[in-house]
């Protein structure tokens, strides 16, 4: 293998990862925050997607401007439905199982996830040329930037590619800002260190909880946003493998770290792309490499990190909590 | 709204209960029994369009045998109401809510084919006399049931009657139990099972409310090896009342299903451990015994093994692969076990799809799958074959049925044993709190990795046979969520819907998964989405399952029932994020 | 009212309640149980026989299922018109198999059972006919599909060097992979000069199918294949593969897969620079894999087992009256397939009808002689001339080559 391939291999992977961590923050918030595994965030994830091409495909001029016109009204739509869904699911599914042995919130959340991607599988409302469609049965159509690739050095570059990037870090840095320096920011990390306590002091547990539904979900909304972009094409299956990739980019980061979630999303991304692309290139392991095994990989490093770090590769040793 | 939900059903019943004294109510419930009874003997339409042709005079059909049945019932509840001494014993808690249940049935049930005669051919000029009758006599024993006073009562002491008789009454109750089943699955139109299941929902209500049930349960509760036995035989049975093999492979599947979930509730009923890929499990069998099984499609074809040896490398390869996951995970505690059996049921799947020789080493043919698995022979008996057995005929399927009958019983043996073990009782604690558990010095991690390995070898043996009944195993078989069973999901909500911890629960909640869709064809491709809406709605509204198991239930409704109690526990509940 | 909890062992809630509803239908059962009625409804001559339908209803591929289902019940409504069979009317009877194995063997079970039934069409999926296919064979009842492209339900596991056939119920009209993907190599080696090229598989039987054969092929006429990859067959994101495959040198690609994959792939590879064209066969071949690849699909190619339809009249009839049912479903690649499947169990019922002084036989007999019938059969179909050979595989497979060409799919 070329220096320049590795190098193509590893870009790849980092634009992958950054995609499953902005997902993963999501999960690992919501975890942190009430100890739920938030099975129907994947179709949080699928939901983003789906409201920006909806906003798209229901505003006809957007079609005729430049896609990069329209992508901030795409985003918001995403980020509505994704927002929506996701506190809807907290108010009306999660809330009144606070108190239920935790096997029943979990079921809720499985089950919230079928009803999710069912719902749109058979009601999906509008396709992408505004035609309105009986349910999202075959792939949509996602619009695509315009403009060639770019080369930097020897690696070819999307702009759906530096774009993804761009908005990830964008939104690390804006969520770093939220958890350190803003009142709710602080309260959601004392929520999450000590809920009685935190509600002894006054902060409305509720509220925080909401809000870490509401961020998980708006950056879900922009993982669906930069996966429309870059894969130009959404079906209504694709949350369940990708939130199944984050919530293990989740743990491999060390559950509850909202950097530790970024992080974990771009080893597997790594992993996954180096995988797919170059043990092919090693004789010992050549039969085990390619596309077809890369997601056995990317378990394989969340058993190996399991056992050596049961924390996650950011996480603290939390004794009872996880 | 609580107070106005549970007024409302008062309401009507005291305002009939002023007109209709006690007396006359039972004598319009028996009058109308009778009435309704007489009606399914006339026609109830005029053509045989509609499905069971209801056009017979003389002679009932379709959805009349169920009007004709629950009358006839409802009479024999009405007689032990008006104070016949045998009958007495049918209603322990009172016969006003037995009456009424039976009484729903009838109306709920008749008027739901009226409607759908009217609705279906185009209004009310399809009823024919008949329907009239129907209609009216059907209204009358509701009416009489609601004006009925309450009666209930504290349910008199059980027991009484010789061993004999109630062993007597066990087996005639199991195989009247089968005969109502096969019914229901012999149904042939939407109409009748949907009649069927309206009746048979109410009449248990009404029967189980007058206490009927508990005074059988505390039957079989006296006579455990009696129930087992004819729970068995009406099993059997099931078989050779078939006409044809139609639902006999239904059933199998069902049985395979029903295993497998019984295997999962060890793992998620008993040690509260969830387990999201369990389905990789039936896999892992399904896949050695069709390797061995010398079909010329596997690699192994030139050295088939038999099929005992199948199925013990099956176990045991299912037992290995359960360890190999559940000795990393194990060590953490709580959801990651979720997330990394999830992954696991995903990769056995890309495995087994790649171990095909050109994108792995070649193992399993790969996406091809094993075809052709020949049928088993077992002490010279062929089960592709047709046999004549004591003049009845059984088929490829009622043959595998008969296996699986056993198979069930196996593992239903299994689970009963350890449920009562110390080991189960070891379970039910680190389920509860594993530190208290681990202080009173349980070994928590192994005794995990043991339910891990338990629940995996039971679900390893099911694969064996279910390669054999299918005849084909492919690696798309084995999914965390199809749209048909068995898959992991719907195995988790087999033991969720049906009750967890429990035997019969699983069993039920599998059947009704293979069922209901097979039945109301009308669902179409709206069944997941009311699959998924069903697991929401019952974690919010019966979390216990259909058939709970009492400490589930209590655990589930513990304020409820302490307020019902008269307990005070709003001290006791925890707050939020504590509970782990 | 709130209820006091049992007291009592939870034994067996469910054997109670079963119990109960036990003795409450047992006694009417014994009384009904007795004969069956009704049956003599209906007018003495007419025979109605039935057709068993099989393929995925529900679900992803509801699409593709309801398509062929659309396309059978058209066969049968020309047939009852046309009196292909007098005397005879024919009924089709659709089951849904999820695309599971179990579920087609129940189907097939239920196909069993019913004494009316002469012929099954389907399934979709491969996996679910070989698993119909015992259940079938063992009760002489004619499988005929329209969609199942796997070479080894007709001629074995060895079906290159040592074909041999299966169950001699089993037929199909639609060609196999081994017939198409050879073209693909033919139309590299000898149009485009090609020596190197890369395969990609989605790792499904069918995609594996194609690249298999292609391979085959390839490498006999002196081609080399340079890069060899599977993805998963719900993957979106290939840029490792294509990666690989720029740095490999292939001048071309050959997909064995659909076009839901088969579309972002083409787009992913020319996005990274390398602009070479993408061949796949039949599943590849839709108009949304146009649209998902974008611009890059320009000069891509296909194979199709025949001619787009709507040449012929009788084409045309079929197109115009499907269009006139108003169905949400498009007929698909397989729909004239299956039509062709649904006409020979008729033309075999009729063959049969015909040999046996123009009525049908009786049961007993019926469902033997049909398949018998299915055989020797030969007769002109949407698709072409419909004959057997000695393996059950329609003796017509011609393949057409198709490119896109500013951006429509157009016949080489």
């Given amino acids: 293998m070329s220096l320049s391939e590795l190098m193509q291999l590893m870009t790849g992977g980092v634009v992958l990862g950054a995609m499953y961590g902005l997902i993963a923050v999501g999960y690992t918030m919501v975890y942190g925050i009430v100890q739920l595994i938030n099975f129907a965030h994947g179709e949080i994830f699928m939901l983003g997607g789906f409201g920006a091409l909806f906003m798209y495909a229901w505003i006809p001029p957007l079609q005729d401007m430049s896609l990069w016109l329209a992508l901030p009204i795409m985003l918001a739509g995403g980020v509505a439905v994704s927002v929506a869904a996701a506190v809807a699911a907290e108010r009306f599914a999660y809330r009144p199982l606070r108190n239920a042995p935790r096997l029943a919130p979990l079921i809720t959340a499985i089950g919230l996830a079928i009803v999710l991607q069912q719902l749109v599988f058979l009601y999906w409302p509008l396709r992408s040329d505004g035609q309105t469609s009986i349910g999202a049965k075959q792939p949509q159509v996602f619009p695509q930037l315009p403009g060639d690739a770019i080369t930097i050095g020897s690696v070819t570059l999307q702009w759906a590619d530096l774009l993804t990037l761009a908005l990830a870090l964008t939104a690390m840095l804006a969520l770093a800002y939220f958890v350190r320096r803003t009142r709710t920011g602080r309260a959601m990390q004392a929520t999450a260190q000590d809920p009685d306590t935190a509600g002894l002091m006054g902060i409305d547990t509720n509220r925080i909880i909401v809000v870490a539904f509401a961020i998980g979900g708006a950056l879900a909304a922009v993982a669906g946003l930069a996966h429309g972009l870059r894969y130009g094409q959404l079906t209504f299956e694709m949350g369940f493998i990708a939130g199944l990739k984050a919530f293990t980019a989740a743990v491999l980061g060390g559950i509850g770290n909202v950097y530790g979630a970024m992080l974990g999303g771009i080893v597997l991304g790594v992993v996954e792309s180096l995988a797919a692309g170059g043990l092919g290139y090693i004789d010992a392991v050549q039969q085990f490499g390619g596309g077809a095994w890369k997601d056995v990989w990317a378990f394989v490093i969340l058993i190996l990190v399991l056992l050596v770090r049961p924390q996650g590769l950011l996480g603290e040793r939390t004794g009872d909590r996880a | 709204m609580t107070s106005a939900l549970h007024a409302f059903p008062h309401a009507l019943p005291r305002a009939l209960g002023r007109v209709l004294p006690p007396r006359a109510a039972l004598a319009l419930v028996l009058a109308g029994s009778a009435a309704s009874v007489a009606s399914t003997f006339l026609p109830w339409t005029w053509t045989a369009k509609f499905p069971g042709d209801l056009t017979v005079a003389g002679y009932p059909g379709g959805n009349q045998v169920i009007t004709l049945t629950l009358g006839l019932v409802t009479l024999v509840f009405g007689a032990a109401a008006c104070g016949v001494r045998p009958l007495a014993r049918l209603v322990p808690r009172g016969s006003a809510q037995a009456l009424r249940g039976l009484a729903f049935a009838q109306a709920a049930s008749t008027w739901y084919v009226l409607a759908a005669i009217a609705v279906e051919l185009g209004g009310l000029a399809n009823w024919v006399a008949g329907s009239w009758v129907a209609a009216v006599a059907t209204l009358l024993p509701l009416a009489g049931a609601l004006a009925l006073p309450d009666d209930r009562r504290e349910a008199p002491p059980g027991g009484g009657l010789p061993r004999p008789a109630e062993i007597a009454i066990l087996f005639v109750l199991m195989l009247g139990a089968m005969l109502v089943v096969d019914w229901g699955l012999a149904t042939e139109h939407t109409q009748q099972f949907v009649g069927y299941v309206l009746a048979l929902g109410f009449a248990a209500w009404g029967v189980n409310r007058s206490g009927l049930l508990e005074e059988i349960s505390g039957v079989s509760a006296r006579n455990r090896v009696a129930t087992s036995l004819a729970a068995l035989v009406a099993a059997v049975a099931f078989a050779f009342v078939q006409d044809g093999d139609a639902y006999l492979s239904l059933a199998a599947n069902i049985l395979i299903f029903g295993a497998v979930a019984l295997g999962l509730n060890i793992v998620v009923g008993l040690s509260g451990l969830l387990d999201l890929g369990y389905v990789a499990f039936l896999g892992v069998g399904a896949y050695v015994a069709a390797l061995v099984s010398g079909s010329v499609f596997s690699r192994y074809a030139g050295t088939p093994l038999p099929f005992w040896a199948a199925v013990l490398i099956g176990i045991a390869v299912a037992v290995l692969a359960g360890v190999l996951i559940g000795a990393p995970t194990l060590r953490v505690r709580g959801d990651y076990l979720a997330i990394v059996t999830l992954g696991f049921g995903e990769i056995f799947r890309i495995l087994v799809n790649n171990l095909d020789g050109t994108s792995g080493p070649r193992v399993t043919n790969g996406p091809n799958g094993v075809p052709g698995v020949p049928d088993l022979s077992l002490f010279g008996y062929d089960f592709g074959e047709t046999h004549q057995v004591l003049g009845f005929t059984l088929g490829r399927f009622a043959n595998y049925y008969l296996l699986l009958v056993g198979v069930i019983a196996v593992v239903v043996f299994v689970f009963s044993r350890v449920n009562d073990s110390r080991i189960g009782r070891a379970w039910v604690a680190i389920r509860e709190d594993e530190t208290a558990a681990a202080a009173m010095g349980v070994n928590g991690f192994r005794l995990k990795l043991l339910a891990f390995a338990l629940g995996a070898a039971l679900a390893g043996l099911a694969g064996t046979v279910q390669a054999h009944v299918t005849t084909t195993v492919t690696p798309d078989q084995y999914q965390f969520l199809a749209t048909a069973p068995p898959n992991s999901a719907f195995l988790l909500a087999a033991v969720v819907l049906g009750g967890m911890g429990t035997i019969s629960g699983p069993l039920l909640g599998g059947a009704l998964l293979y069922v209901i869709p097979e039945k109301f064809e009308f669902f179409d491709d709206k069944q997941l989405l009311l699959f998924g809406l069903t697991l929401i709605l019952m974690m919010r509204l019966r979390p216990e399952g259909l058939v709970p198991n009492r400490r589930r239930r209590l655990e589930f409704h513990e304020e409820e029932i302490a307020e019902a109690e008269g307990h005070d526990v709003a001290t006791r509940t925890a707050p939020a994020g504590v509970k782990a | ?412």
Avoid at chain 3, 78 to 94: H, M, Q, R, W, Y
């Fill in chain 3, 1 to 412: 009212m709130r209820k006091h909890p049992s007291r009592k062992a939870p034994a067996s809630r469910l054997g109670a309640s079963l119990l109960a509803g036990g003795l409450a239908l047992a006694l009417p059962l014994a009384l009904a149980g007795c004969g069956s009625r009704g049956e003599e409804g209906g007018s003495g001559d007419a025979t109605t026989l039935k057709i068993g339908f099989d393929a995925p209803l529900t679900g992803p591929l509801s699409a593709v299922g309801l398509g062929m289902r659309h396309s059978a019940e058209q066969a049968v409504k020309d047939a009852n018109a046309k009196k292909i069979v007098p005397g005879v009317t024919f009924e089709l009877v659709s089951k849904d198999d999820q695309g599971t194995p179990s579920i087609g063997q129940q189907n097939a079970g239920a196909f069993v059972a019913d004494k009316d039934l002469v012929g099954v069409v389907g399934a979709y999926n491969s996996s679910v006919s070989q698993s119909m296919q015992p259940t079938l064979a063992a009760a002489n009842i004619l499988q005929v599909s329209g969609a199942n492209t796997n070479p080894t339900l007709t001629r074995g596991p060895k079906d290159e060097e040592a074909p041999a056939r299966q169950y001699k119920t089993y037929f199909r009209t639609v060609t196999t992979d081994a017939n198409e993907a050879p073209e693909l190599s033919k139309y590299l080696v000898e149009k485009l000069k090609v020596k190197e090229v890369a395969t990609v598989n989605d790792g499904k039987v069918y995609g594996q199918g194609v690249v298999t054969k292609f391979a085959a092929a390839f490498t006999k006429a002196g081609g080399k294949v340079v890069v060899k990859q599977q993805i998963g067959e719900k993957d979106t994101d290939f840029s490792a593969v294509v990666s690989n495959i720029k740095n490999s040198g292939a001048k071309a690609v050959v997909y064995g897969g659909e076009y839901p994959q088969a579309g972002p792939l083409s787009k992913q590879l020319k996005a990274a620079g390398a602009k070479i064209p993408l061949l796949g066969c039949d599943a590849v071949y839709d108009e949304q894999f146009i649209k998902l690849a974008g611009a890059a699909a320009e000069g891509d190619v296909t194979t199709t087992a025949a001619k787009p339809i709507g040449d012929t009249p009788a084409q045309q009839q079929f197109i115009a009256a499907y269009k006139a049912a108003g169905h949400a479903e498009p007929y698909g690649i397989f729909g004239p397939y299956t039509y062709d499947a649904t006409m020979t169990i008729i033309n075999s019922v009729k063959a049969t009808a015909d040999g046996n002084g123009g009525t049908v036989p009786d049961a007993k007999e019926l469902r033997a002689k049909v398949t018998e019938a299915a055989q020797k059969l030969t007769f002109e179909g949407l698709t072409g001339t419909i004959a057997f050979d000695e393996f059950g595989d329609n003796k017509n497979h011609s393949v057409t080559l198709n490119i896109v060409k500013d951006g429509e799919w157009t016949v080489m």
